[in-house]
């Protein structure tokens, strides 16, 4: 295999993403799809190692902020899912019912969990008797179910997904809200900052709230084709479901109140395609260094005539070393060439490649090679150590920063619908305008723009006085504007 098969072996991620993505997917064992079930995907060992470590990014700043695992049922008695009624409106096309067992019809049907606010609240009030147990901060890591009507793509639209749920309850009104901005900051720590995976932090409109929600923020992130993918929600949800589910506290002055509560989604599924998408090359997959399940390979370059164990020594050495400096390390010694290890260590991701031949081993040097840039350094080998820790955090920024300026360089204030049409010709993929906040004028928007949909305002972002796109009302609302998955 030439370098150049091995570059032409997956199809241009520019002009053809979407088969680009299949191809990743399936070369470097991600996924596999081939389950039969619409919507229903099996994780392979890779794509699992993956998921597994971006998970416990999560869960470590969850439990850093005082949340605790907790494991509800995957089944919700359909007298509790209906019983708060935006929400049961907002799922109810949506939910797979289990309506038999065995040889039986079911007294009652089970809903498998598309969300579990109606699984976790009743037990919740079991729980909180006293302002001396809040606030409850709990989550759980599950796959939960939905019949999805629209066409179903790997890890991006599912009927069953991998996420996180955090469910929260507060005395007050403050501390929740407070509460989402956490959620937001645990949001950054690990998708912005370990992942390099950017997104623009809105609250939705009112017509776009999570069903039974009093407020939405949501973190949208863009990928290659211009589009935006919701990576993660998180809620207020006030005290509509506390009243619904008796979640009810004694308070310090002796009355009885509703707590406040939050929940906050991680869109673990989503969270790993823009993963593969955002960061993928021509080679294939391109990972972060932390979550990386193999960090660094090492490959033994041979040469006729040179005898192949002192090669092997030195690799094994440096392997040592680096296996106690902490770093997940392999050496391949497989009769593969060395070229057709490079092209199955380049398609999934490993951050770092080490080449040793016997130019390194008689001269006590180390070849590098970054994945990232697909750059090669040759060091000294007692600098390896160094050289490794720098490059462990260039190469997540690097990653981090060519995403940020996608964005950033993407997104153009328009006062009409001709600015609007003349930037998106010119590439430009998300817009902000002003909005007058009306739920008709978010659906002409999006009928006269082929699909621009009102994605809400930044939050924490300035606004100033002007014209609502579509109907010319005076508001400082300003909104994003984005084609969405
Ligand atoms: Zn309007």
Known sequence: MTERDIEESLPDKEKNLSEWYSMVLEKAEIVDIRYGVKGFIVYMPYGMEIMKNIIRLFESELEKTGHRPVLFPVVIPESNLRKEEEHVKGFAGQVF???????????????????????MYPIYSLWIKSYKDL???????????????????PLLRGREFLWIEAHNVFRSREEAYKQTLEDADIFKRVSYEKLGIPFIHVKREEFDKFPGAEDTFAFDTLMPDGRVLQIGTTHYLGTKFSKVFDIKFHDVDGKYRYGHQTCY??????????????????????????????????????KTGYDLNKIFEYCDDIQRELIDKGYKVKVDKSEKTPGEKYYYYDMRGIPIRIEVGPFEVDNRRVTLFRRDLRMRVTIPREDLFNKIERLRVDITENLRRKAED??????????NLDELKKYSEEGFSIFKVHFCGNEECAERIKNETGGFEVRGSGVSEDGFNGECIMCGKETSKIVYLAKAY
């Open 97 to 119: 019912w289990i309506t038999h067992a065995g040889y039986s019809k079911l007294e009652e049907k089970l809903a498998l969990r598309p969300t579990s606010e109606t699984a």
């Open 135 to 153: 606030p409850l901060k709990a989550y759980q890591t599950v796959a939960v179910y939905r019949y999805e009507t629209k066409a179903t793509r």
């Open 265 to 302: 989604g991680i869109g673990l599924s989503r969270i790993l395609a823009s993963l593969i998408m955002i960061h993928g090359d021509s080679y294939g997959m391109v990972l972060p260094f932390d979550i990386a399940p193999l960090q660094i390979i090492i490959i033994p370059i041979p």
């Open 406 to 415: 996608k964005i950033k360089n993407t997104i153009k204030y328009v006062s």
